[in-house]
């Protein structure tokens, strides 16, 4: 509803499922995991041509717009997303990991259809697990591509970081670094409870990293946005645009935008719906500006760009004590200049430290972590900014 709110036609869309998580022998279950996923990537694939069959020939009665299509997905669904984006072709899936002894592809086109889903697949005799002579793959609306423009994950992995190539769709991915089943950086998809291991896959941190490397996020990567969202997500992302890492501190609150209901025995402690709101607000305030530039709305981005204009400490009466400072550092203004934000940056220019609505005329900084060295405290009002130096000692 968030997304529809804002203007977007917003679709919840089922995929096959199943795999089997349990059977005793590590390489059975890379192999279910990996059709599964391969069925993930096909069904996001026949879902947007479906969109863009019922806009061409049916009077486009969902009011899509056929060539702005984003791929949003959570959990599972972002696993699904985040390798859409990625898997376009079906030879990229033969890689040792993903191959049985023999070697046997765990993926073969022609049981499994292509890529897309625009092919059939069949079992053939002798094939283990599924039924001899089931079709695996039906082509739905194979006159229409498969594009999108953009992919979001909400947590999730890639199967393999070198599906990733120059062009794909942009990235933006939420993570938190302490996922135990989805890692953040690279590590084994492990099967929740049992903590059976599956396969070593990339999470977003790499896959991230990549789209920006390969240019792939430049439609936002240098927007210059300068909203607290923004701040935040620099803070801790390596200077990865498109990259938000959720510091939760929990490994047991690897989802925390999800809202569970009071006596589910799932739920963690930090599961309120409150807690989760606040979360799906800071992806929204993320997520918004940078879709509006990937997929060309022409929208308002202003509140998300502060201005610039550098102020004079004096005119709004900035007072910065005790600089040098040991354990805090209080930041003072006229009271007709609000502090609305503080941003501090080493020497290198990193994010350090971010401070956000902060909306008072006194505010006591905190050391805490920040090491002996000079930073620069960017001071953010409602008309400009104002720039100080703070040395720790």
Request: hydrophobic content about 40%.
């Amino acid at each position: 509803t968030r997304l529809a709110k804002m203007g977007y036609v917003a679709a919840s869309v089922d995929y096959r499922l199943g795999w089997n998580p349990l059977d005793p022998q590590e390489l059975i279950r890379r192999w279910f995991l990996i059709n599964a996923a391969y069925r993930g990537v096909q069904d996001a694939r026949t879902c947007i041509r479906y969109f863009k069959k019922t806009a061409a020939e049916d009077g486009n009665p969902w009011g899509v717009d056929p060539n702005k299509i984003v791929l949003f997905g959570q959990g599972t669904g972002g696993y699904i997303s985040l390798n859409t984006a990625a898997l376009d072709d079906y030879n990229k899936t033969l890689i040792p990991k993903f191959l049985l002894p023999g070697p046997v592809p765990m993926i073969i086109e022609q049981v499994n259809g292509d890529v897309n889903g625009t092919s059939f697949g069949f079992v053939p005799p002798g094939y283990p697990v599924f039924t001899p002579g089931d079709t695996l793959c039906y082509p739905n609306w194979p006159g229409y591509d498969s594009d999108f423009q953009l992919s979001v994950n909400l947590g999730g992995a890639l199967g393999d970081t070198s599906w990733i190539d120059p062009g794909q769709p942009p990235l933006i991915s939420f993570h938190t670094p302490d996922d135990p089943f989805a890692p953040y950086v690279e590590g084994t998809v492990l099967v929740p409870v049992v903590n059976f291991p599956v396969v070593e896959v990339q999470g977003s941190y790499l896959a991230v990293k990549l789209a920006n490397q390969y240019g792939n996020n430049d439609a936002f990567a240098n927007a210059d946005f300068t909203d607290p969202y923004t701040a935040a997500a620099n803070a801790h992302n390596d200077g990865y645009q498109g990259l938000y890492p959720f510091l939760t501190g929990d490994p047991n609150d690897s989802s925390p935008w999800d809202i569970w209901a009071w006596n589910n025995p799932n739920a963690t402690e930090n599961c309120d719906s409150v807690r989760a709101r606040m979360y799906i607000d800071t992806i929204m305030n993320y997520f918004a500006p940078r879709a509006c530039l990937v997929l060309g709305l022409g929208c308002d981005l202003s509140a998300y760009s502060a201005a610039e204009e550098v102020l004079d400490a004096g005119m709004v009466g900035l007072k910065v004590s005790p600089n040098p400072a040991t354990a805090y550092v209080r930041f003072e203004t006229n009271a007709e200049y609000p502090i609305q934000h503080i941003y501090v940056y080493d020497l290198n220019g990193r994010l350090v430290k971010v401070h956000t609505n902060v909306k008072s005329n006194d505010f006591t900084m905190q050391r805490h972590s920040l090491a002996k060295g000079t930073y620069v405290a960017k001071v953010i009002f409602e008309d400009g900014i104002v720039a100080q130096k703070i040395l720790f000692h």
